[in-house]
């Protein structure tokens, strides 16, 4: 089974610098979608980037991009110019593609909790 | 938003009783989900429906009836809960089964006394 680890429960980062939050996940399968979600305190659970397994560019979305590390299981959200809207709950999630009885299904990570100061 | 609504917000209930609680989606998604979200763990996906037809229940406890009467309705009905029950409930759809995206309700906080 597919398991995703988020080892950092709690990061914070200073008002316009740069954080980076860790996932790393076990699979044996060649094709998968790896996604970072946002879940702000009390407000709804939203996709903030997503990348495919077989894309070896990095995915970016305007201040947030991922470093992918296929080989090593690793794929890290980096969020560039944080601003105080960036505080909130991070998952990383895994989403096999390849058909079996894992297809689809999301598998979450523990979460990160990410505080920005001003 | 996400076009994903869930109500109530918040719900507090003894181990006695009975609710239900209902998850709105106003995107023309064929598929919706049930995930339970506990603290300090990772979300677990409870029950997924395709067209109206349950497709998964990821061994979830009877003490959980879920009911989809149609693509944009779902509802979880609760009954003779335990104090581990207390979650964050949240639901999602997606535009197929298994979709490239799932969107996200706000959750009802649930506790159970």
């Known amino acids: 089974a597919q398991t995703v680890t988020q080892s950092q429960p709690e990061m914070s980062v200073q008002e316009a610098e740069t954080v980076t939050l860790s996932c790393t996940y076990d699979?044996?399968?060649?094709?998968?979608?790896l996604f970072w979600y946002k879940q702000p305190p009390s407000r709804q659970m939203i996709l903030v980037i997503r990348?495919?397994?077989?894309?070896?560019q990095n995915a970016t979305e305007n201040r947030f991009s991922v470093n992918f590390q296929k080989a090593a299981k690793s794929f890290s959200l980096k969020i560039s110019d944080s601003q105080l809207g960036d505080a909130a709950m991070y998952f990383c999630a895994y989403r096999g593609n390849a058909g079996g009885t894992s297809y689809g299904k999301l598998t979450f990570g523990q979460g990160t909790i990410l505080t920005v100061h001003p | 938003e996400t076009g994903v609504t869930q109500t109530p917000r918040h719900l507090v209930m003894g181990m006695t009783n009975k609710k239900s609680l209902k998850c709105e989606q106003h995107l023309g998604h064929n598929a919706m989900y049930w995930y339970k979200q506990s603290a300090k763990k990772p979300l677990e996906l409870m029950f997924v429906y395709n067209f109206k037809e349950q497709t998964e229940n990821n061994s979830v406890p009877s003490r959980f009836s879920p009911e989809c009467p149609n693509s944009s309705h779902l509802f979880l009905h609760l009954h003779t809960l335990q104090p581990e029950d207390s979650a964050l409930y949240l639901c999602a759809s997606s535009q197929e089964v298994w979709g490239y995206e799932q969107y996200f309700g706000p959750g009802t906080r649930l506790t159970v006394t």
């Open positions: 990348q495919e397994a077989y894309k070896q």
């Open positions: 699979t044996s399968e060649s094709d998968y979608y």
